[in-house]
């Protein structure tokens, strides 16, 4: 019956990212009382999830960058072939299994996956449009609690979302006292989890003396740089190579 599985032998190159999107999260959202518009311990939760994809899925990820309830996987290398079911339902179930456990396991939770072929000059772009949704993610959901809050049912203020345009947002928040240029970085450019060198010292058991070496640990950086300035270039060009 192998000739009837259906795609079973689509393969894709590297480099390429694997996106995985929660799927109806906001039930989750609910049925775990998490706090809106943002909650620490669901993006804490989330970035523990990207640190066990980098060091024990198997995947070997160069980084991951996660908000809301998506995660950004960027391969330089692919394992089963470059199988594109493999990759995708590996990755899904991992995080799916990853994420109800770091939540308390209070009822299954699973993801969607795909994959987004690129080269390391699209990396970054990709990666740029990726943040940007991060900040419209932020503006919306701080907009909808708003209106929420005057009384608008969450369907009612989503409708009324559709028509304002990115300044009135600001002015109606900022009318509310939110600024939203103060809320905490990680809510506004998302969490970018990475392989960071780092220059560690100890003693010689033998000699005594003090040594120092270079150890390579898995960093969750909550405050990212915006990746499309030279900051934000720079560092991604030395995870994945120049573009």
């Given at each position: 019956?192998?000739?009837?599985e259906i795609f079973s032998g689509l393969?894709?190159?590297?480099?390429?990212?694997?996106?995985?999107?929660?799927?109806?999260?906001?039930?989750?959202?609910?049925?775990?009382?998490?706090?809106?518009p943002f909650d620490t311990r669901f993006?804490?939760?989330?970035?523990?999830?990207?640190?066990?994809?980098?060091?024990?899925?198997?995947?070997?990820?160069?980084?991951?960058?996660?908000?809301?309830?998506?995660?950004?996987?960027?391969?330089?290398?692919?394992?089963?072939?470059?199988?594109?079911?493999?990759?995708?339902?590996?990755?899904?179930?991992?995080?799916?299994?990853?994420?109800?456990?770091?939540?308390?396991?209070?009822?299954?939770?699973?993801?969607?996956?795909?994959?987004?072929?690129?080269?390391?000059?699209?990396?970054?772009?990709?990666?740029?449009?990726?943040?940007?949704?991060?900040w419209r993610n932020h503006m919306n959901?701080?907009?909808?609690?708003?209106?929420?809050?005057?009384?608008?049912?969450?369907?009612?203020?989503?409708?009324?979302?559709?028509?304002?345009?990115?300044?009135?947002?600001?002015?109606?928040?900022?009318?509310?006292?939110?600024?939203?240029?103060?809320?905490?970085?990680?809510?506004?450019?998302?969490?970018?989890?990475?392989?960071?060198?780092?220059?560690?010292?100890?003693?010689?058991?033998?000699?005594?003396?003090?040594?120092?070496?270079?150890?390579?640990?898995?960093?969750?950086?909550?405050?990212?740089?915006?990746?499309?300035?030279?900051?934000?270039?720079?560092?991604?060009?030395?995870?994945?190579?120049?573009?």
């Amino acid at each position: 019956m192998r000739d009837r599985e259906i795609f079973s032998g689509l393969v894709s190159a590297p480099p390429v990212y694997i996106r995985l999107d929660g799927r109806a999260f906001h039930q989750v959202a609910t049925r775990l009382g998490l706090t809106r518009p943002f909650d620490t311990r669901f993006s804490e939760a989330m970035a523990l999830v990207c640190e066990q994809l980098m060091r024990v899925s198997g995947l070997s990820p160069v980084f991951c960058f996660t908000f809301s309830d998506e995660i950004s996987i960027y391969l330089s290398r692919l394992p089963f072939g470059g199988r594109v079911e493999k990759l995708d339902s590996v990755a899904a179930s991992f995080a799916s299994s990853a994420l109800t456990i770091a939540l308390g396991g209070m009822g299954p939770l699973s993801f969607d996956a795909r994959i987004v072929q690129v080269t390391p000059k699209l990396a970054l772009e990709y990666l740029v449009g990726r943040q940007q949704e991060t900040w419209r993610n932020h503006m919306n959901s701080y907009a909808q609690d708003a209106l929420v809050a005057d009384g608008f049912t969450m369907r009612e203020a989503a409708e009324k979302l559709k028509g304002i345009s990115s300044p009135g947002i600001h002015e109606l928040l900022f009318a509310r006292g939110v600024n939203l240029a103060k809320t905490p970085a990680w809510q506004r450019r998302g969490i970018l989890v990475y392989h960071r060198k780092e220059r560690v010292g100890g003693e010689n058991p033998l000699s005594g003396e003090h040594v120092e070496a270079v150890r390579s640990r898995i960093f969750v950086d909550r405050e990212p740089p915006v990746f499309y300035t030279q900051e934000g270039k720079d560092l991604i060009c030395s995870l994945i190579g120049s573009f």
